[in-house]
């Protein structure tokens, strides 16, 4: 059994991490500043769909009282997970605006030494 090598196509070692240039940066704290955001924007995305298909099941219930009512629960809940993450991130936005603490960068403010 004969094996042929093609060598004519070199390996550039100098830039096999090139591909990984944007990972640099990358921290512990932005990790959980990531994982923060993504958490509040699905949590508003799902309870977004949940609020338009208790509209569905509403509609589609056809004045069955029990149907209704379901559909007016699941809204209601909808609306509650809704007002809960908007509420989350206001407070989040008031601590960044009144105190300097971002919680979605994670940025702690420098303390200053007071001058004695």
Not at 18 to 35: N, R
Request: aromatic letters at 8%.
């Amino acid at each position: 059994m004969q094996l042929l090598a093609d060598t004519s196509s070199k390996v550039d070692l100098q830039n096999v991490g090139t591909d990984f240039k944007p990972l640099v940066g990358l921290s512990i704290p932005g990790i959980i500043s990531g994982l923060i955001r993504l958490t509040l924007v699905v949590a508003a995305i799902v309870f977004f769909f949940i609020l338009v298909i208790g509209g569905i099941r509403w509609i589609a219930s056809g004045g069955d009282k029990g149907q209704t009512e379901a559909a007016r629960s699941q809204i209601t809940a909808a609306l509650v997970g809704l007002v809960i993450v908007f509420a989350a991130w206001a407070i989040v936005s008031l601590i960044h605006t009144f105190f300097g603490v971002d919680i979605f960068a994670l940025n702690l403010p420098q303390l200053q030494q007071i001058p004695q």
